[in-house]
């Protein structure tokens, strides 16, 4: 069973920068692939990002392309998403997920529904 908690969400003024952190333990973390997903109030969560398993590629939605960035540091167990030019738009809860390593696909790894584990969130706000 693998946890995940993230941390390092905030209010932020437009244009700014956040960068989010999720701490992985209770598995294998180099086994997984890893993702980002956001919710805003009312609306259905998003895929945002994810990262191989080996870091070896990253995928995003086209809203935060150039904006945002996945990693991840295998040694700490950990995953993160360097956010940049925040916009309000941007504004939610920012969830981690990981999944076992698949090879599919680049768009199936934006499917929620596949993805293992989830963290609990993180709220990021982007003030105008």
């Known amino acids: 069973q693998v946890q995940l908690v993230e941390s390092g969400g905030g209010l932020v003024q437009a244009g700014g920068s956040l960068r989010l952190s999720c701490a992985a333990s209770?598995?294998?973390?180099?086994?997984?692939?890893m993702g980002w997903f956001r919710q805003a109030p009312g609306k259905e969560r998003v895929f945002v990002a994810t990262?191989?398993?080996?870091?070896?590629?990253?995928y995003y939605t086209d809203s935060v392309k150039g904006r945002f960035i996945i990693s991840r540091n295998i040694t700490k167990n950990t995953v993160y998403l360097k956010m940049n030019s925040l916009k309000p738009e941007d504004t939610a809860v920012y969830y981690c997920?990981?999944?076992?390593?698949?090879?599919?696909?680049?768009?199936?790894?934006?499917?929620?529904?596949?993805?293992?584990?989830w963290g609990q969130g993180t709220q990021v706000t982007v003030s105008s």
């Open positions: 990262i191989m398993w080996d870091g070896s590629k990253t």
């Open positions: 209770g598995g294998t973390f180099s086994n997984y692939d």
């Open positions: 997920a990981a999944q076992q390593h698949r090879t599919w696909p680049p768009s199936r790894y934006s499917r929620a529904d596949d993805y293992d584990y």
